[in-house]
């Protein structure tokens, strides 16, 4: 049970840092480094809510230890904008009122991020498709897929 | 809803790692991708003093073909197998049901060991395996030992699998030309297990179904395989009358569980109509005559 000293990359910043194996990569970003973008709702991979990149992927950080991580590069929500400066895909949710408590928003964004990356999303279908596995509890998703929509810099489906 | 305190082993080797299992009698388990593991551990329903991370092992992340076979190692995460062109080109089966397999964070990190070795009964990739007549490849202390799909998954999250044994690799045997295929799910929102899944494979010989393949889940402790149902197709031409029977056949011998999402009579149902749309899929891609 003995702490393990790990170097991880978070945004791009070098941390060394002693972890105990069991504390969650989720808990380690913030309570450890303080990084309290990335939120915790389920704990145990269903909400996405704690959706990071892991070296560019997508990845719960509630269903990882953070000694796992050891060696890897972390981006968090934190990594995307500033309030003054936010990126398209935070421009995009601003835009099309995408959020409202807030609590999923950084795993949307960080799951879309690797949506667009690796999918054409050329459907609102496949949008949703997509995030269905982020939990929204007020229940915007219209606002969420225009707004990913918008950033894939596509118009609306045609009716069917 | 955080785990036990365990001990960490950063596994080199194979070789390492069912040392670790063998030493530790029973107390340990093998952290892959931990989709399925970390959200057990999250609720202490599982509390193993020692978990066995195996993700830094080189050479266990692989999907090659063979002259007969495709090999494919115990950690290639689901992501790559939804991509590789080489699945693509051997098995369009496993490339659609991919799709289906959880969402793209659990992807990246989810493997094809894991899926097979956790043996959930509602899970994509044990069917996949038992469609496609895989051989699982395991390791233990003792040296290595090769299980037919069909002898693998012994009930629900249960597998012919030792405490200090340690899955390896799978290889699928390639599918001989002029197959068809189907993958069709019903789940209650995408990338959840499925309440029921039916894959077919058609291979036409003549016009006629050489061999047919059914393999289910979600309808049983276990994924299945349709044996009724391959028997009364193979030697025929696929007709409506042809697909009915198939269907009274599949419904005749499955047992489904009663659950929040279902009861058993509507996924016995569910199980016949897939299993329908799956047939006329595969004939219609094998290139068969309109049924």
Redo the contacts between chains.
């Keep these: 049970?003995?702490a393990?000293a790990i170097k991880v990359t978070v945004n791009g910043v070098a941390y060394e840092r002693s972890v105990?194996?069991?504390l969650?990569l989720a808990?380690f970003l913030r309570h450890t480094l303080g990084l309290t973008g990335t939120h915790v709702g389920c704990?145990?991979?269903v909400c996405?809510a704690c959706?990071v990149l892991v070296d560019g992927?997508?990845?719960?950080s509630?269903?990882?230890?953070a000694?796992?991580a050891d060696g890897a590069r972390i981006e968090t929500v934190e990594s995307l904008g500033t309030i003054g400066q936010m990126n398209a895909l935070q421009e995009a949710f601003h835009e099309h009122h995408a959020l409202q408590c807030g609590f999923c928003t950084p795993g949307m964004l960080m799951?879309a991020t690797?949506?667009m990356r690796?999918y054409p999303l050329a459907s609102d279908d496949e949008i949703?498709?997509?995030l269905?596995?982020?939990l929204c509890r007020c229940t915007g998703y219209e606002h969420i897929v225009r707004a990913v929509r918008a950033a894939v810099g596509r118009a609306k489906d045609a009716p069917s | 809803?955080?785990?036990?305190?365990?001990?960490?082993v950063l596994a080199e080797s194979i070789d390492t790692t069912v040392a670790a299992l063998a030493a530790a009698g029973g107390e340990a388990k093998i952290?892959a991708g931990?989709?399925s593991l970390?959200?057990m551990l999250?609720?202490r329903l599982l509390r193993p003093a020692i978990?066995v991370?195996i993700?830094r092992i080189p050479d266990l992340a692989f999907i090659d073909e063979r002259a007969d076979h495709i090999a494919i190692g115990a950690l290639t995460r689901h992501?790559r197998l939804e991509t590789s062109p080489i699945i693509a080109e051997h098995f369009p089966v496993v490339a659609e049901a991919m799709r289906h397999v959880?969402?793209?964070?659990?992807r990246?990190?989810g493997t094809i060991g894991g899926s097979l070795s956790h043996a959930d009964p509602a899970a994509e990739l044990p069917m996949l395996a038992l469609l496609l007549d895989a051989t699982l490849h395991v390791v233990s202390p003792t040296g290595p030992r090769a299980i037919a799909a069909w002898d693998f998954f012994l009930g629900p999250l249960t597998v012919d699998l030792a405490a200090d044994e340690m899955l390896t690799r799978v290889t699928i045997p390639k599918l001989p030309p002029v197959t068809g295929w189907s993958f069709v799910e019903v789940a209650r929102?995408?990338?959840d297990f499925a309440l029921a899944a039916v894959a077919v494979t058609l291979t036409l010989r003549d016009g006629l179904i050489g061999e047919a393949r059914i393999a289910m889940t979600g309808i049983d402790e276990t994924p299945k395989r349709a044996d009724e149902a391959e028997a009364l197709l193979a030697g025929r031409k696929l007709t409506a009358d042809l697909i009915d029977a198939a269907i009274a056949a599949v419904r005749a011998n499955v047992n489904p569980p009663t659950d929040l999402h279902a009861s058993s009579d509507y996924r016995r149902h569910l199980i016949g109509v897939l299993t329908g749309r799956a047939l006329a899929d595969a004939w219609r891609r094998a290139g068969g005559e309109k049924p």
């Design positions: 049970m003995s393990r105990e194996p069991r969650l808990d704990e145990h991979g996405g959706t992927d997508s990845a719960r509630c269903l990882m230890f000694v796992q799951t690797d949506l690796k949703r498709e997509g269905s596995g982020n | 809803m955080k785990p036990v305190a365990f001990d960490y952290l931990g989709q970390v959200p999250n609720f978990l991370d993700n992501y959880a969402h793209l964070a659990i990246n990190r929102r995408t990338g």
